[in-house]
């Protein structure tokens, strides 16, 4: 799989390079999925999110965001490049609590874990155990939000074949996601996916929350959440 530690300086870049098609930045599609799980969550009326997980945080990108839009307390950032960990905080010092994923040991008292495009780069036979991991994060009604690319998206599979650290990377299917998550214990509240109009056609989008259940966005969203009581309790 992808050695992480070689892109901590060109990450952005390399990943701007491969999303030029769509006419957005990195920085445009992150905030997209953090506003959309953030309405997605309010429609389920959930409790205020105190605690956040962001599970393969790489460089960071994404912590000032969910500070923005959730006001958590915490904020736990892991991945498995320590040199992207560097990067992360020397960015964003005291936003969050950078660790390397094997030295994090699960407290169940995540409110929230969210991934993005994290699990195509996670071999097969150790995606059930990261799951696992995660789900072991969570409190009794904690939410995990896993994004990932549509494999039936050819603007998905495009950009994919550009981006230099993701080739190689295996793609999973919404129902491969929903087995995983599942056989973690964790309960599937419901899939929606994002990002159907490049911005040529961004006078379009406002109908993409309406459309969130068709499977034509160039990303997915599982979003499920442990039971009060759960199999994943130690």
């Keep these: 799989m992808t050695d992480f530690d070689a892109y901590a300086e060109t990450y952005e870049d390399t ?19 953090i506003r959309f799980l953030n309405a997605r969550l309010r429609r389920l009326r959930t409790r205020p999110v105190r605690s956040i997980l962001d599970f393969g945080c790489g460089v960071g990108s994404a912590v000032p965001l969910v500070r923005e839009e959730f006001a958590p ?4 950032g892991l991945d498995v490049s320590k040199d992207s960990l560097d990067v992360a905080r020397q960015r964003y010092p005291g936003a969050a609590e950078f660790s390397l994923v094997h030295d994090y040991e699960p407290r169940q008292d995540i409110d929230l ?6 699990f195509h780069h996670i071999a097969p036979h150790a995606r059930a155990g990261t799951l696992e991991r995660i789900a072991q994060s969570l409190r009794p009604g904690g939410y995990f939000a896993l ?5 039936w998206n050819p603007g998905a599979r495009y950009v994919m ?12 299917s919404v129902r491969e996601t929903v087995a995983l998550i599942r ?5 599937v509240r419901e899939v929606r996916y994002m990002f159907i109009f490049p ?27 442990r039971p009060e009581q759960s199999r994943t309790a130690s």
């Design 15 to 33: 990943l701007s390079t491969a999303l030029a098609i769509s006419g957005e930045s990195p920085h445009y599609f992150a905030r997209q999925r």
């Design 147 to 151: 994004w990932e690319n549509n494999p």
């Design 199 to 225: 911005r040529a056609l961004r006078a379009l989008r406002w109908s993409e929350p309406l459309l969130s259940g068709l499977p034509i966005g160039a990303q997915y969203q599982v979003l499920s959440q």
């Design 183 to 187: 056989s973690a214990g964790l309960h």
């Design 113 to 118: 874990a969210f991934c993005n495009g994290v």
């Design 73 to 76: 307390h915490r904020v736990v």
């Design 161 to 172: 074949a550009r981006c230099e650290f993701d080739r190689g990377a295996i793609m999973l």
